[in-house]
């Protein structure tokens, strides 16, 4: 009992470090043209080192998969950022293959030598994608239970954002469709009727 209330209050006195970085664009969508650019670290907490890395999102048999990808390479991939200190690193794109590339960077957090405590290191994911102007999505949807079922037949990922129903209502990000994927999505104490949602931008209803 004595031993467990001195472990309790040793990891009470042990400083909690968190993180205070904000990381950007958080989403964005690039022309085939576009072939560098710019992510940026801004760091309000204590002085901090960065990996970058890259992973490209494919299709395969409707499920959409994720794998490392050489296509944006920065310079340089991991990154030391002091306090108070926003840092831009460069990055350059390959030539773009097909209607549409979408690709996942993530910059997570290193683990600072010599540190103690208890470390949240925290890995921000970003959505970047890669677009043919002309390119759309293609959008079919079904109620699976609780679960509303969308299907993407067109050339563009779609980002969903905000879906209702009748009465009730969802703000924010629902997730990512990609062409030739189909994702289903919790969507409780919603109507099983025609849903309407932001697809890129434009409110459309999806059926």
């Known amino acids: 009992m004595i031993k467990s209330i001195v472990l309790a209050v040793s990891l009470a006195l042990v400083p909690l470090v968190a993180s205070a970085a904000s990381v950007g664009p958080v989403f964005k969508v690039n022309t085939a043209g576009e072939k560098s650019g710019v992510l940026t670290i801004s760091n309000d ?26 296509k944006i390479r920065f310079a340089p991939s991991i990154v030391t950022v002091k306090k108070g200190a926003t840092q ?47 390119a759309k999505a293609t959008l079919t949807g079904r109620w699976i239970g609780d679960r509303f079922e969308v299907t993407n037949t067109g050339d563009a990922s779609a980002r969903l954002v905000s879906p209702s129903s009748g009465s ?34 434009q409110r459309q209803d999806i059926k």
């Not at 890395?53 to 048999?61: F, S």
């Not at 209607?99 to 949240?120: D, H, M, N, Q, Y």
Request: glycine residues 12%; hydrophobic residues 35%; charged residues 25%.
């Open 88 to 134: 831009s690193i460069r990055y350059i794109k390959s030539d773009q293959v097909g209607r549409e590339e979408f690709f996942r960077v993530s910059v997570a957090e290193l683990p600072t030598p010599g540190e103690v405590g208890l470390i949240k290191l925290v890995k921000q994911d970003l959505a970047w994608i890669w677009r043919s102007p002309s």
């Open 45 to 70: 907490g204590p002085d901090r080192s960065y990996q970058i890395t890259v992973d490209e999102l494919t299709v395969e048999g409707g499920v959409s998969r994720r794998g490392p990808s050489e």
């Open 168 to 201: 009730a209502t969802r703000s924010g990000l629902l997730g990512y469709v990609l062409p030739g994927e189909t994702r289903s999505f919790a969507l409780p104490d919603f109507p099983h009727g025609v849903v309407s949602v932001e697809v890129n931008g």
